[in-house]
């Protein structure tokens, strides 16, 4: 989407905000967050301040897509996993999911589902089409021989409910694929889950 | 050649600068953030968004989120810089060290902001940071800031070595969280205008970068690293590790054979089908076979199974895999397990044939 188009949505969007008296996020422009008003007189698009706040957000994840999940008792506790989104182009695929745990105030699980490794390496996208399950790709050091971590995110050392974003980049999926299965270490699997081509 | 960010008409900003002066009840909720591949005018400087991300301080839930987003990956002389800038929100109750983010690497200059990797996964490649400045890091120096503050988009930046000509877009880790913007477009030229701070907010120009003669003591090989492709068949039978140059293919020794046999099963027909058909494709050189047990039974009869299953396989895969190949087949027994024989799922995982081989660069 060009920003054109996304700034005739944001102006929209106010139009509509207008109308009702919701607290629910909206990409209105503010005084504070000054994003596209603030500075407007001055053929400016943000100020420095309104780009900040456009980007920084109010410190939550609840603008983010739901397109599966999954939860269930992970090694004593409550785990939840929002699937964000599984895109995919001929470079490969993008898994992006929320974790969400009650903060116990000691370290995260899944110390025993995801093995010797730190990260999240575990997961997978199924490609029926193709019969593979997909997983993360790794980085071996320079000499070609030892792990030297993953094309993922860093499992999360503490869950809470307020969420944090894990992602892990995957082989391509076969072309045209438009929904998979997204399997997580220690949660039943999730099928069905949308595929977004780019 | 320098190539400038792509700009976009304003008339839609003065439309929505007037809608929202006429909507004096509009809550106040901060603006979405750009679209990824938009630029946008920030305070007179052209800011390019190729994409944002989110991370947790140290893994941490109970911190402040931090956001940010990535503005570049600039081929320049000698190098690759990338831009990225991060902050906490207004809302957030304190500073954030960017250790707690960035953790040091002994790897690295100690002001180096090390934690970032580009991932090129078509050319099967990572790359990390150069490193080797005698006077200063190719990077940010970070201990020339040490704290986001809430409300501020920081822009920091790194050299990593050039890029392939061919390499088109690449995805962006950042911080220990590695937190992924993908399909940045790798482009042309450092950022403009520079700024005088080392460490601009966003929309206050571009920090300078090291370019040119000033990356000469860089270690450019150290920092490019292969990266590897991982899938397993969805029958559980196979499960593949490649990197640009080898491929790994583990196969399920309980698929393949009866308890303590070395008779191929009618199982396994499909899995040896397709991986013969992959090597008759692409494969070259030779290809090793090797045969592994759990640690049941005594050492010699294992070695003895371990080298039948393997010279099966290798009897079972040879007619169908071309000509451009050769094969060995090895027998380990139980002396390389690749978990310890401690449990039922353990043991088997270790009974497993390997088979590995070279790939035809033209075939990737």
Known sequence: MSRTTVVAALAAGVLLVAGCSSDEPAPAPSSSGGAATADAGQDHDYTVEGFASSVLGDGTLDDLEDVGSASGEIEGGQVEAQIVSVVADAAGTELVVVLRGDDTGSPSRWSESRGVFTDVRGVEVVDEAAGWRLQPYTILDVSGESDLGCACSEFPYRLGEDGTVVQALLPPLTEGTTSVTVALPGLEPVPGVAVTWR | ?????????????????????????????????????????????????????????????????????????????????????????????????????????????????????????????????????????????????????????????????????????????????????????????????????????????????????????????????????????????????????????????????????????????????????????????????????????????????????????????QPASGTAVTFVAEGRGESEPVAPNTSPENMQLNRRVTVSYQVQEATR
Do not use: C
Not at chain 2, 108 to 130: F, I, K
Not at chain 2, 132 to 152: H, N, Q, T
Not at chain 2, 162 to 168: I, K, N, Q
């Open chain 2, 1 to 317: 050649m320098q190539t400038r960010p792509r700009r976009t008409p304003r008339w839609p900003v003065a439309l929505l600068a007037a809608a929202a002066l006429t909507l004096p009840t509009a809550p106040a909720h901060a603006a979405a953030a750009p679209e990824p591949g938009s630029t946008v005018d920030v305070a007179g400087v052209d800011v390019p968004v190729h994409g944002t991300f989110s991370l947790r301080a140290a893994g941490n839930a109970s911190r402040d989120l931090v956001r940010g987003a990535v503005h570049g990956v600039r081929r320049v002389e000698g190098g690759t810089a990338v831009y990225l800038s991060l902050g906490l929100p207004a809302s957030a109750s304190r500073s954030l060290p960017l250790s707690s983010i960035f953790t040091r690497s002994r790897d690295y200059e100690s002001s180096a902001l090390a934690a970032v990797t580009l991932v090129d996964r078509p050319g099967m490649t990572a790359y990390v940071p150069l490193r080797g400045g005698d006077a200063a890091p190719y990077s940010s120096d970070v201990s020339e800031f040490r704290a986001l503050k809430p409300g501020e988009l920081v822009v920091l930046w790194a050299v990593f070595p050039e890029l392939p000509a061919g390499t088109r877009t690449v995805d962006v880790l950042v911080g220990d969280a590695r937190a992924a913007v993908t399909g940045v477009p790798v482009e042309d030229g450092a950022l403009e205008p520079v700024a005088d701070d080392l460490v601009p907010q966003a929309g206050e120009g571009w920090p300078k970068i090291a370019e040119g003669d000033a990356l000469a003591g860089a270690e450019a090989p150290w920092s490019v690293r292969p990266l590897v492709q991982h899938r397993g068949s969805v029958d559980e039978v196979t499960d593949v590790a490649e990197t640009a140059e080898e491929v790994d293919a583990t196969l399920a020794a309980d698929v393949l054979f009866d308890k303590s046999s070395a008779t191929l099963t009618a199982a396994s027909q499909d899995a040896i089908a397709r991986l013969a058909a992959d090597i008759a494709a692409r494969g070259t050189g030779e290809v090793r076979v090797v045969g592994h047990t759990d640690s049941d039974g005594s050492d010699s009869s294992n070695q003895t199974l371990s080298e039948q299953r393997a010279a099966a396989v290798v009897a079972a895969l």
